[in-house]
Each structure stands twice: as structure tokens, then as C-alpha cells.
């Protein structure tokens, strides 16, 4: 079981981030087996992305500065991912909006059937609103929310205590066993049938040449023929 735990919050001893190692740790007790990957995305100093779309001919981004390619290829290899990102102005970070746009997740359905957890914090409001965004990028990648946390917290303080704790056990539990499960549900397998052939698919067969390769990762993931 290969895990990929993604810390979008510029402070690594932050709240958002203090979740996510408890939900690493709560993972390894679950399924001692685990292969678990965290990343700090402030450590990695992701680049802009440019707009250029050769991912879409090649698979791969030009810049090749930040290893946010290898997160990528972890990304592809993982059967399940936590994100998280602390809410700024009812929105993700930009540091998670960079890592987003970077990984070129959507167009090649990287997540494709992947469960996955989404994790924010906030200190006044609009945790909510981030939970829908980061919901909305996991389902038009082909991934589906196993979890959901979302924890009101003061700037500075410790998200874990014993009510935050049951939730987080809660999310993490579920998560492994979808995982387990390996079976994705009948509304997420709908909405990625519709995202393909309705949206993506008319744009991207009248580009062919400049589309190879979500072509290519389409038909591997068995979405088209």
C-alpha cells in the first residue's frame, strides 16, 4: 500500500500540517505495511507553471528544477493521497495552487480511482469553501473523497486534542479500508464518465497532436480505446 501524504501550508509545524503527520501516524497503525511519502511543499519551492501545455504532448513538465515531476510519478504509483492546505481567504494556499497546476493531474486523469483525503484548517471562516474547491480538483482528476477534515483552530494553537483526534481516526480508518476496497463509487465513477466523453474528450480528440500523451494515459487507464 503506497500512500502520498501533501502538506500545502507554507509552515511545517502549522495546524494543517500537525493533522497531517497525525493522520501519517494513524495510517502505520492501521496498516503497519504502509508506504507513506510526506511532503513539505514549501521545501520544494514549485515553480509557476507556465501555460505551455508540452505536458499534455510529452507527459512531462519543462521545468525541471523543483522535482515536482517525481511528485507527479508518486502521485501516479500511490492507491490513496492525503491533501491538505489551510484556508486563506475561503481559498487554498497559493503554495497548493502552484503544486496543482505543476502536477498536471486533471487532463490525464492522474488520480484516476484513487480515494482520497482532503484536510484544511481555518481560523475565522471559509474552511468549507476550500474542502469544495480541493473537492471539485479531486473529481475532475478521476479521484474520489474518501474523507473530509475541516478544524477551526487560532492561529498558533494545537489542532489534536480528543474530539479532533476521533474525527481524524475516523477519516483515516475509512481511508485505508477504501483503499483496501479498491472500489470506486457509483456517483465518482459517473461523474469521471461525463468529465471524459461530455468535456474533455470533443477538446482533446480535435487536438491530437498536441494531446499524445493524455491520450496515451487515457487509454492505459482503460477510459477510452
Not at 9 to 29: F, M, V, Y
Not at 86 to 109: A, I
Not at 143 to 167: A, C, T
Request: net charge positive; charged share 25%.
Amino acid at each position: 500500500m503506497k500512500i502520498t501524504i501533501i502538506n500545502g501550508g507554507p509552515r511545517k509545524n502549522g495546524a494543517t500540517n500537525k493533522i497531517l503527520i497525525k493522520i501519517n501516524e494513524n495510517i502505520h497503525k492501521e496498516s503497519p505495511e504502509a508506504e507513506i511519502n510526506h511532503i513539505n511543499l514549501i521545501d520544494l519551492h514549485p515553480a509557476y507553471c507556465l501555460g505551455c501545455q508540452s505536458c499534455y504532448k510529452t507527459g512531462k513538465c519543462v521545468i525541471t528544477t523543483d522535482n515536482m515531476e517525481e511528485i507527479h510519478d508518486m502521485l501516479e504509483q500511490s492507491d490513496g493521497i492525503v491533501f491538505g492546505s489551510p484556508t486563506y481567504s475561503c481559498n487554498v494556499s497559493g503554495l497548493f495552487k502552484v503544486f496543482h497546476s505543476r502536477v498536471h493531474m486533471t487532463d490525464e486523469q492522474l488520480l484516476f480511482n484513487k480515494p482520497c483525503v482532503l484536510v484544511t484548517t481555518c481560523e475565522i471562516t471559509g474552511m468549507n469553501k476550500t474542502l469544495s474547491l480541493m473537492k471539485e480538483r479531486v473529481l475532475t482528476a478521476g479521484g474520489y473523497v474518501s474523507g473530509r477534515i475541516g478544524i477551526k483552530i487560532p492561529l498558533n494553537e494545537n489542532p489534536i486534542n480528543e474530539e479532533n483526534e476521533n474525527k481524524i481516526d475516523s477519516v483515516t480508518k475509512k481511508f485505508v479500508k477504501d483503499i483496501r476496497r479498491n472500489r470506486k463509487p457509483f456517483f465518482e465513477r459517473f461523474y469521471t464518465y461525463i468529465a471524459i466523453n461530455i468535456f474533455f474528450k470533443p477538446f482533446v480528440m480535435k487536438n491530437q497532436d498536441q494531446h499524445e500523451y493524455v491520450i496515451q494515459s487515457w487509454k492505459d487507464k482503460g477510459l477510452i480505446k
